[in-house]
């Protein structure tokens, strides 16, 4: 398998060229690495076809099987995980380190995805009836997945979407699609043609899939904000929807931690994979007492860490993925400068090639500013101060998101008070960002509809059912 050329589309069980192509930049230098195809319209209704002739005997193949395909899938992945690795660190931008840590948790989640099953309620077990709920699968589903993890965060979908016994078409984002086209190439010799399909394209290609009645289920991963596009364009033929969006994550961050010892890992909480998490701590409060110098102990810790190109070594935050959130991150740097807010790092771009925005720490901005308001997606982190409990989860909640948060401290029956006050989906204590195959991963308010991971995440792409039958009367 080259993974440096010859990128195509999976449609029916064969890798094929489309029409048109388009460029794939690395981040770290823009220079062009690698043409993707540019699936047409046409395309697309092959690969929607293709899943849907494929649906019946998928859905009819005995779950033992599906989950040896799966598990077949993640051991592909984890064979071919150094190759796929640096692809990756390419099209994205992560360090090696980072991207050998996506690529090994897609084989993995694809592997303890197969570790489920679908639950079976008996409903009622008496003389007159028996009557049972099971879980069957909806049919063909579109697969949207971001630039942030493009390969991570697709198997959260192929692995619950395939298990569950529908098939599928998976898109992944333009500015990473190569890393999830080689996968396809995997794909190919491992599962049934037509269950797995995987078209790349522009910007026109998304609205296509979530408004193609050939759908029966969208489930996609990006910002809120094109999430309600996605759910107005799946309205029309009432597709089933999981939507993973936007969050605004605030860490609380009580008076009894151990500055010294919980600095790094708050660092990285924000930090990690350049801040372009969904779950990344986009707001910190820090307690009054602890203030100064947990603030000094970030800063500090924060001028050790080498940005630069992924591929290089030692380097520990790569660039912005893509132009747009570049200039997007720099339009809310440029707001807080304009505003007088305190800068105690960072806040210039750079000159040199690629789309780097250097670790950005601001001291104490209001609460209405842009900055803590939005999600930066990026190296920017406003440091909050509080001095109530009370006050604080208010803060913490003052907003339209409600994907994840954390609390830090020692008493940890305190933090977990507080921590079931915070309107999240998930909210870690003393920890940030483990989510697992095992557990429900999801948002409330405006960041997303429905779950991702275990049993919640898997009854996603299945529909209820349920069978009654009665009995034959018994002989007085």
């Known amino acids: 398998m080259n993974f440096n050329a010859d990128y195509r589309l999976l449609i029916d069980g064969a890798l094929v060229g489309a029409a048109r192509t388009f460029e794939v930049l690395n981040p770290a230098t823009e220079a062009p690495i690698g043409q993707a195809p540019d699936a047409a319209r046409e ?24 989950k040896a395909r799966l598990n077949a899938l993640g051991d592909a992945i984890l064979a071919h995980l150094d190759p796929l690795k640096r692809l990756l660190t390419r099209e994205q931008g992560k360090p090696h380190a980072e991207a050998e840590g996506e690529v090994g948790g897609a084989g993995f989640w694809l592997k303890a995805a197969a570790g489920l099953d679908l639950p079976v309620t008996v409903n009622e077990d008496s003389e007159v009836r028996y009557s049972e709920t099971r ?12 630039w942030n993890f493009p390969l991570l965060l697709a198997m959260f979908k192929v692995g619950p979407g395939l298990l ?12 990473t699609p190569l890393t999830t086209l080689k996968f396809g190439e995997m794909a190919r010799d491992l599962l049934p043609p037509g269950v797995l399909n995987i078209v790349s394209g522009g910007d026109d290609l998304g ?22 596009r996605v759910m107005e364009s799946a309205a029309p033929t009432l597709k089933r929807l999981t939507l993973e969006l936007g969050g605004n994550d605030a860490a609380i961050v009580m008076p009894d931690v151990d500055v010294a010892a919980v600095a790094e890992e708050l660092f990285w ?17 820090v307690h009054k007492d602890i203030y100064e110098p947990l603030r000094d102990a970030l ?5 050790t860490v080498k940005v630069g190109d992924g591929a290089e070594q030692g380097t520990q935050i790569g660039p912005i993925n893509n132009k747009p959130q570049y200039e997007r991150v720099l339009d809310l740097i440029r707001d807080a400068k304009d505003k007088g807010y305190t800068f105690l790092m960072g806040g210039e771009a ?16 209001p609460e209405t500013s842009r900055i803590v308001q939005e999600e930066q997606f990026g190296p920017v982190l406003p440091l909050l101060k509080f001095d109530d409990y009370e006050e604080v989860i208010a803060r913490a909640n003052a907003t339209d998101y409600g994907l994840g948060g954390s609390v830090w401290g020692e008493d940890e029956d305190k933090a977990l008070e507080i921590a079931e006050r915070i309107a999240s989906g998930t909210v870690w204590i003393n920890e940030t960002q483990h989510v697992s195959p095992t557990a429900a991963f999801g948002g409330h308010k405006q960041s997303g509809v429905g779950a991702e991971g275990g049993i919640e995440g898997l009854m996603e792409y299945t529909a209820a059912q349920t069978i009654t039958r009665r009995k034959r009367a018994v002989a007085a």
């Open 135 to 146: 879980r069957v699968p909806l049919g063909v589903v579109g697969a949207i997945a971001p």
């Open 269 to 285: 909480a924000a930090f990690r994979n350049n801040g372009q998490i969904c779950i990344a701590t986009k707001r910190m409060y």
């Open 299 to 303: 800063v500090a810790y924060a001028r």
């Open 164 to 175: 569950a016994g529908n098939t599928m078409v998976l898109k992944p984002s333009p500015f």
């Open 207 to 228: 609205p296509w899939m979530t408004s193609h009645p050939g759908f029966d289920k969208i489930s996609f991963t990006g910002s809120t904000a094109t999430g309600r």
């Open 350 to 365: 750079s000159s040199a090639p690629g789309y780097f925005v250097p670790i950005t720490i601001l001291d104490n901005p």
């Open 43 to 66: 395309d697309l209704d092959r690969a929607i076809d293709a899943a849907r002739r494929a649906f019946p005997a998928w859905a009819a193949t005995p779950i033992a099987e599906r």
